[in-house]
């Protein structure tokens, strides 16, 4: 076994301190002339974590991924993975990960398993029994046994994917960088790829996962980030995340029985409230606040003695969130 | 995770890249018609020459001689040829499928990853080689070629398929679309057999040892009929082997030494495009001993010819027929090999300085690093560093190359009483200075796109319009003269021209051709000077704003720390 001693490492690792994180990424700024890909992000992901990034198409996801397996010089910026600083160790910070790519290429003159022990064999997962033993576990892992000798190009779009996921987990890296990795699958190879994700995570191993469907991600990820046009816009646990987007907005519709007028201008009145429209019996309106707040004034509304006959809540969902994110950064 | 281990680049068999090309390309069902087409067609040569030769009464021996060449043919279309294609195409293939991603993260030493592709891409075409060798054996066997003969032949075969495949690997790897790499190792390879032996007819002799053909020719009589060989004998004692400086050499140990050069350095090229994707081919040392090696080679093969006379063109294009007892070569041909050296130390460099200059992005990525490293200054021999240096240098050894290259034909025995002053050395550095160092501060400073644009209006157009203008009337010679001095590609045939004392130019340039020679050449100069301090600001001015910036993360982390 060789293992590189000119190890560059975290300095967090260095010390006694905490251990590293699995992937810890400072300031990183890509720059294609003068176009930003991504701009500062500043990043921390603990082992053991599904993790997960989400953007629009353009956010920078792809060149962070790239980056990240040491694919791509940064124009500047720092990466440790497992506390090795990827651009001075490359050798080592490329053995502890498993990429898949957005896409998920594969040789077409290839069979499934000719590809998978290609890499088996490259990764030096010994002998030829036990690489095609590990071949035949990881394609378990991905449902796809009964397509081993199959060519790599009779794969539809979403077997091609869980082919390359089960390469990705062939020589079992401790850090998993996918990207776009649910895009293609059906619901129930969804459901089997977020099973497979946490029980790796469950491993020790970190995954670092990619999509512009937040839908999907958070319901993949223990935690996750957005970027938007190279930047990071917030990032934690899902609720976390809606309320660093300020999904504090929500729009409320009162019906009450009678001053429908009345009720409006003392609503209006209200710091928290905007863009106000009455319907008939309903005053229709937005408001910016917590649940306590939404609580205070609809006390405040029955005490001023309006008579309220329902009241409704209607949260934007995290994909209208992302939208709206999306739109907002695209104005000058 | 135990950590695998690497593979080592000398097991080929081992090596997975290889393998999984043995499993791609070696399939029975496609390698089953190739090998079944060459057998097919190995066999009817074989018949073929063999039938003609009962025919025409000839001995056994030479009837199996006659089908030596054909073979060789044939090896050298599926090698050469074909080999070189699958090279460059499936290198493009890779990265055009996206999977090359997948070989640059595998935990393979950038050497086995190279051989793994050099032997791997082309197996079948090895496979179909190999099936024809039988039929060559025959008929060696029964033809009584010496063994003396067709094995320096075939180890060059060897060299040469090498030598190409890894031009064809080059390119692929550099070359980005997949039909532009197949065309481009092709032409490189059509090239290789057509201009390049042509250019050993102008004194650059040493470009024909990167062919077969030196070894070809020097076993054409062993492997001819015994009656045909004998002429081609008596015709080869003229030049009957390779020479280096004072020392002989057989072309097969001379073609495979240079050959071995050029593969060392596409090998270090492969290597660091594994390691980094993003490096340049060569780093600047070695492209700097690289240059200077070439005009060692150059030297060392072109000045022992001299005396002889066989250096010089009207010489070597009659090789093959009887040279006239009182021939002497012509005084236009020296001045235009001296140009002719010129021009391709100059282009050479130009090729070197595109492959070791930084690009604007590059310097600035390489001053981020040294900042990050806590450095002021970049490793002189870094990918990011000024290459302005290692131009001057290989400026100069061109200059020494080409000015010892005209001395020596010029002051030999054929042209008394001529001498080349060393003075003359002093405007060829400035002419190779002007050309080397005003590309390379521009392409430094503004780009490799910019860079472009220049060489087109500034290099060929003029010679473009100058030649057209020339032919219209003899009237306009001296504007066209004027006119193609701008290029400073056409600066080292106007300094051989005006500089020689055994230059005799046309009347009508005579005047002109001087005078656009200095002119050129000082404000070449000039140009080339103020483009260098430009660079040198440009470059104190990044490193001061990248070094001092407080704005980025770098800078953020020193101030937390």
């Given amino acids: 076994m060789r293992v590189s001693h000119n190890r560059m490492t975290n300095p967090i690792q260095a010390g006694n301190g905490p251990p590293a994180p699995a992937i810890d990424i400072r300031y990183l700024r890509v ?61 080592s910070a490329r053995r502890i990960i498993g990429y898949m790519p957005d896409l998920a290429p594969v040789p077409t003159d290839l069979k499934v398993w000719e590809f998978l022990d290609f890499h088996a064999a490259a990764y030096g997962l010994g002998h030829r029994k036990q690489r095609l033993d590990r071949v035949a576990e990881c394609l378990a892992e991905v449902a796809l046994s009964d397509q081993r000798d199959k060519w790599c190009k009779e794969l539809s779009r979403g077997q091609t994917q869980r082919v390359v996921l089960a390469k990705t987990l062939l020589h079992r890296p401790r850090v998993l960088i996918l990207d776009e990795p649910a895009s293609g699958l059906d619901p129930l190879a969804r459901r089997d790829l977020r099973h497979t994700l946490r029980k790796l995570a469950a491993t020790g191993a970190t995954v670092f996962v990619s999509s512009h469907i937040l839908s999907e991600l958070a319901e993949m990820c223990s935690s996750l980030c957005v970027m938007n046009r190279g930047r990071l816009l917030a990032s934690g646990t899902v609720d976390q995340v809606r309320e660093q987007l300020g999904s504090t907005e929500r729009v409320l519709t009162a019906t009450l029985l009678a001053r429908h007028a009345e009720a409006g201008e003392w609503l209006s009145a209200q710091p928290a409230v905007h863009e106000l429209r009455i319907a008939g019996q309903q005053v229709i309106f937005g408001f910016k606040g917590n649940d306590e707040a939404q609580a205070d004034l609809m006390d405040g509304l029955i005490r001023s003695g309006f008579r309220l006959r329902a009241f409704e809540e209607k949260r934007s969902s995290f994909e209208d969130l992302l939208v709206e994110v999306a739109e907002t950064n695209r104005r000058p | 995770m135990s950590l695998p281990i690497p593979h080592s680049p000398w097991k080929l068999w081992g090596n997975p890249i290889f393998r999984r090309y043995c499993r791609s390309r070696l399939r029975l069902r496609s390698l089953g018609v190739a090998l079944l087409l060459m057998v097919l067609i190995a066999g009817f040569i074989v018949g073929l020459v063999s039938s003609i030769g009962v025919r025409s009464h000839q001995s056994p021996m030479d009837a199996a001689r006659t089908g030596v060449i054909p073979l060789l043919v044939l090896q050298g279309i599926v090698l050469f040829v074909l080999g070189t294609a699958q090279v460059a195409g499936g290198m493009t293939a890779e990265r055009d499928e996206g999977v090359i991603d997948y070989q640059r993260l595998i935990p393979m030493t950038p050497l086995a990853k190279v051989l793994g592709y050099l032997f791997g891409l082309p197996i079948r075409e090895y496979a179909m080689f190999f099936v024809t060798l039988p039929f060559t054996a025959w008929s060696l066997w029964r033809g009584e070629v010496a063994l003396s003969v067709w094995l320096p032949l075939y180890a060059v075969v060897l060299s040469s398929a090498l030598l190409y495949h890894f031009t064809g690997l080059v390119t692929g790897t550099v070359v980005r679309n997949r039909r532009w790499a197949f065309l481009i190792s092709i032409g490189l390879v059509f090239c290789l057999y057509t201009v390049i032996p042509q250019m050993a007819k102008f004194g650059l002799v040493f470009f024909k040892y990167l062919t077969i053909t030196p070894v070809f020719e020097e076993s054409l009589p062993g492997l001819l009929p015994k009656s045909a060989g004998a002429l081609m004998q008596t015709v080869q004692r003229l030049a009957p082997t390779a020479k280096f400086f004072n020392l002989d050499f057989s072309e097969a140990v001379f073609t495979v030494f240079s050959q071995g050069g050029l593969i060392l350095t596409f090998i270090i090229m492969l290597c660091r495009k594994w390691r980094w994707s993003e490096s340049h081919l060569l780093g600047k040392l070695w492209a700097t001993g690289f240059f200077i090696w070439i005009q060692i080679l150059l030297l060392g093969n072109a000045l022992p010819l001299i005396d002889p006379g066989n250096l010089f063109p009207s010489r070597a294009f009659s090789r093959m027929v009887q040279v006239l007892p009182d021939w002497a070569p012509n005084p236009a041909e020296a001045v235009a090999m001296s140009g002719i050296y010129g021009v391709v130390t100059l282009l050479l460099i130009c090729v070197l300085a595109f492959i070791i200059t930084p690009s604007p992005d590059h310097q600035l990525r390489g001053w981020r690093r040294a900042r990050k490293q806590g450095e002021t200054t970049l490793p002189r021999r870094a990918d990011a560093a000024t290459a302005f240096w290692f131009v001057v240098v290989m400026a100069l050894a061109g200059a020494v190359g080409w000015f010892l290259f005209t001395r020596a034909i010029v002051e030999s025995r054929w042209f008394p009483g001529h001498l080349v002053p060393l003075r003359v050395l002093g405007f060829f550095a400035a002419v190779m200075l002007a050309g080397g160092v005003g590309l390379q501060t521009l392409l430094e400073a503004k780009g490799a796109r910019f860079v472009g644009m220049t060489a087109i209006f500034v290099g060929v157009v003029p010679i473009m319009a100058g030649t057209v203008l020339g032919t219209i009337s003899n009237r306009l010679i001296p504007l066209a003269s004027w006119l193609v001095g701008i290029s400073p590609v056409s600066l080292p045939v106007y300094a051989s021209g005006t500089l020689l004392s055994l230059a005799e130019l046309p009347e009508q340039a005579a005047r002109a051709v001087p005078r656009a020679f200095h002119f050129w050449l000082f404000v ?30 770098a800078s953020h982390q020193r101030d937390r720390s």
């Fill in chain 1, 31 to 91: 720059d294609y002339g003068d176009f930003v890909a991504v701009d500062e992000l500043t990043l921390t992901v603990p082992a053991g974590e599904v993790f997960g990034l989400v953007g629009p198409n353009g956010a920078g996801k792809t060149s962070t991924f790239r980056v990240l397996t040491t694919l791509m010089e940064p124009t500047y910026g720092e990466v440790f993975l497992d506390g090795v600083d990827a651009f001075e160790d490359i050798e």
């Fill in chain 2, 524 to 553: 070449a100069v000039l140009v080339a000077g103020w483009l260098a301090v430009r660079l040198w600001a440009v470059r104190q001015a990044m490193a001061r704003t990248i070094l001092t910036a407080r704005a980025d993360g």
